[in-house]
Antibody
Framework: EVQLVQSGAEVRKPGESLKISCQGS????????IGWVRQMPGKGLEWMGI????????RYSPSFQGQVTISADKSISTAYLQWSSLKASDTAMYYC?????????????????WGQGTLVTVSS | SSELTQDPAVSVALGQTVRITCQGD??????ASWYQQRPGQAPVLVIY???NRPSGIPDRFSGSSSGNTASLTITGAQAEDEADYYC???????????FGGGTKLTVL
């Protein structure tokens, strides 16, 4: 079974750093892009960025460039999302997703599976 | 604001058909994918590509596309289909991805 399993909920204070993880299993981790999605309380889904674990190519959404760092360690099939200085506005659920796509014909991507989510709470 | 536009809310009577739409210029080039999110749960892929359903998704879910609009249709809506639905595709540059704002589906 293809799975993405994320690390547990975190509570931090503003200004603190944090790194959350997403471990893939049941497939070849290095051959699929892994993305990150934010969902703030009561709000919709926001695309943050994506990494190709084999060579660590990264594409950040313009909205999140410079705000977070995405990385991966292919030796342990794990992707990461990290913050160097958290803000209260970073309070959200964060999901990791595996990207698949059409290799030919009309282009299109899809994201499946999704991790179970990591709730990050930033409060003083 | 999102480059993919969805109606915020749609309702459907139990057993009837409902269509949820997603508009954006990038949809003229790229297929959309659709995700269902029930309260308190992670999103789940329901439709991708021209009209493909992952294993386990009921065949009452279907997808279509015309011009700058992608559509998700539920034929014979059930109570368990009440959820938020999001479309996703590339942005206008083609280098990034973007979600629509989401549509809250109510089954009456």
């Amino acid at each position: 079974e293809v799975q993405l399993v994320q690390s547990g909920a975190e509570v931090r204070k503003p200004g603190e750093s944090l790194k959350i993880s997403c471990q893939g299993s049941g497939y070849s981790f290095t051959t699929f892009w892994i993305g990150w999605v934010r969902q703030m309380p009561g709000k919709g889904l926001e695309w943050m960025g994506i990494i190709y674990p084999d060579d660590s190519q990264i594409r950040y959404s313009p909205s999140f460039q410079g705000q977070v760092t995405i990385s991966a360690d292919k030796s342990i099939s794990t992707a990461y999302l990290q913050w160097s200085s958290l803000k209260a506005s970073d309070t959200a659920m964060y999901y990791c997703v595996r990207r698949d796509y059409y290799a030919s014909g009309r282009p299109g991507d899809w994201f499946d599976p999704w991790g179970q989510g990591t709730l990050v709470t930033v409060s003083s | 604001s999102s480059e993919l536009t969805q109606d915020p809310a749609v309702s459907v009577a139990l057993g009837q058909t409902v269509r949820i739409t997603c508009q954006g210029d990038s949809l003229r080039t790229y297929y959309a994918s659709w995700y269902q999110q029930r309260p308190g749960q992670a999103p789940v892929l329901v439709i991708y590509g021209k009209n493909n359903r992952p294993s386990g998704i009921p065949d009452r879910f279907s997808g279509s596309s015309s011009g700058n609009t992608a559509s998700l249709t539920i034929t014979g809506a059930q109570a368990e289909d009440e959820a938020d639905y999001y479309c996703n595709s590339r942005d206008s540059s083609g280098n990034h991805w973007v979600f629509g704002g989401g549509t809250k589906l109510t089954v009456l």
